[in-house]
């Protein structure tokens, strides 16, 4: 009786671990998926405007990429035309066996042109052309899907150098992005 409990004790080890090296195999895939892509949903709808984001798994710590906003109306209230965001994020609370998701702290740079409006002393309207270069900082929590989809949600913002009467002074940078890890 012992020894056929035993038997079943060990076919039972034996099942446990070969599930536990399936998943592990499962996890690893996810750990050599290095690149994501992303579209921010957010300003689509509200801007009108297209922000595509890039990004490259440095460690499961941790990240860079860039962002590319286009405003997709040339009248509107809205004064950015164009930005160019580079971003390094850093991850926090990472507990599970991939990584580069979760709530992370990101700190970026920003080159944006636009265009800006003036009153002269008659009330008049003048518009001028602006481009600014800017620093800033965001946080945010990010869910990726076994297969590889991506949900991000990222809120910060940052000044400007250098700012003209007619240029902004600070930038928002947010949204909800939704993409794909591959």
Not at 82 to 96: C, D, E, G, I, V
């Amino acid at each position: 009786m012992i020894k056929y409990k035993l038997l079943l004790l060990l076919g039972f080890i034996s099942f446990t671990a070969i599930a536990q090296d399936e998943e592990s195999v499962n996890l690893n895939d996810i750990n050599d998926k290095k690149h994501e892509f992303r579209i921010d949903v957010m300003e689509g709808l509200i801007v009108p405007a297209l922000d595509l984001s890039y990004e490259y798994v440095i460690s499961r710590y941790s990240s860079a990429g860039a962002s590319l906003n286009v405003s997709l109306e040339s009248d509107n209230d809205f004064s950015q035309q164009f930005s160019f965001t580079p971003y390094y994020r850093q991850y926090f609370f990472n507990k599970k066996d991939y990584g580069a998701r979760g709530f992370f702290a990101e700190g970026l740079l920003q080159y944006a042109t636009g265009e800006g409006r003036i009153f002269d002393f008659n009330n008049n309207i003048e518009e001028e052309d602006w481009s600014q270069f800017g620093i800033g900082f965001a946080i945010g929590q990010k869910w990726v899907s076994r297969n590889g989809f991506v949900l991000e949600l990222l809120l910060g913002g940052g000044r400007y150098f250098g700012g003209k009467d007619f240029a902004p002074e600070g930038f928002f940078r947010g949204g909800v992005n939704v993409g794909y890890r591959f």
